[in-house]
């Protein structure tokens, strides 16, 4: 039934849509031929006075048609297009957040240049945290243009230094380097962790107080999904891991670092494949990727 209901609300959205489409179309048309007309009769009449000739009734054709299309523009100009085209030119800090929300980056980038938007710390909108909005929601096909954008507005972000997002009085609730940010469970994106690396971001940032690298992030499978997209295939999860794993050691992550409590990207990979195991990996799948990332994983 709710399907049912979208589709027809849908359908009368497009019919008013059509209909007024038609409805203007035909105004300005009718307009057109008024304004023709006026013209050919402005430039006949002395003409026809000459010859003794009036236009008589004729003079009342461009008058009805100016009667009728006249107000149905009027109508249209100011109340949808004129408000459109002014929706469409101006945006703020909230209409940026939409986008971003959305991981609509020709969106966020028409937002950021429009004349009227603008930043503003004391209600905590701020370059930062608009980042910061793209990695919670996993909007990766933003966090490129952003930083262009930001960075040609005069905003530059320094994606080697922890990024502070801050509530509305401007204390900070989370401070993270912005690759840390994007490889933890929950957020890891790899297209995020590509945007920041090839804008500058060091690949083998640690954390401050873990020591937690990206690649060990990797290790865990939080690059596998989100909200348990593999529905319990523990292959399909060791896949995926595997995939960002190699991606991250191809950008040139170091499997060396050790953690503030000992553990290396090996040792984190080990148990991640001991966890699969508990859950169903078979004992073939988890001696062949042992095998394989022991080697690559070794420090």
């Known amino acids: 039934m709710g399907g049912c ?12 849509g059509a209909a007024f489409l038609i409805a203007f179309l035909g105004a300005l048309g009718l307009f057109l031929v008024a304004v023709t007309l006026t013209i050919v009769f402005a430039v006949r009449t002395p003409r026809r006075r000459a010859a003794g000739k009036k236009l008589g009734a004729l ?3 461009p008058i009805v048609l100016y009667a009728v299309s006249i107000p149905v523009l009027a109508f249209s100009l100011t109340q949808v297009i004129v408000p459109f085209a002014v929706d469409y030119t101006t945006a703020n ?6 986008a971003v929300r959305h991981d609509n980056p020709d969106e966020l980038a028409r937002c950021l240049t429009a004349t009227t938007f603008a930043f503003d710390d004391a ?15 996993r909007s990766a ?8 954008e930001l960075d040609g507005l005069g905003h530059p972000i320094d994606v080697n230094a922890p990024l502070d997002r801050t509530d509305i009085s401007g204390e900070a609730y989370r401070s993270q380097y912005p690759l840390l940010w994007v490889c933890e469970e929950g957020n890891a994106e ?35 999904g989100y909200w348990d997209a ?18 991250l050691l191809a950008w040139g992550a170091d499997p060396g670092p050790a953690s503030a409590e000992g553990d290396t990207a090996l040792s984190i990979f080990e148990a991640y494949i001991a966890d699969l195991q508990l859950t169903g990996l078979s004992e073939d799948d988890a001696l062949k990727a042992l095998s394989t990332y022991r080697d690559k994983l070794a420090p």
Do not use: H
């Open 141 to 148: 096909r933003c966090v490129g243009p952003l930083l262009d």
């Open 5 to 16: 209901s979208v589709l027809v609300l849908l359908g009368a959205l497009l019919a008013m």
């Open 190 to 224: 790899l297209d995020a962790v590509q945007a920041l690396i090839e804008r500058g971001a060091d690949i083998n940032i640690q954390d401050e107080d873990t020591g937690w690298t990206p690649l060990m992030w990797a290790c865990t499978g939080a690059f596998e």
């Open 59 to 61: 003079i009342a054709i």
């Open 230 to 247: 593999y529905d319990g295939d523990e292959a399909a999860c060791l896949a995926q891991t595997e995939d960002a794993i190699d991606q």
């Open 93 to 98: 800090y909230n209409d940026a957040c939409e």
């Open 123 to 137: 209600q905590g909108d701020t370059p930062e945290n608009l980042l910061a909005l793209a990695f919670e929601y």
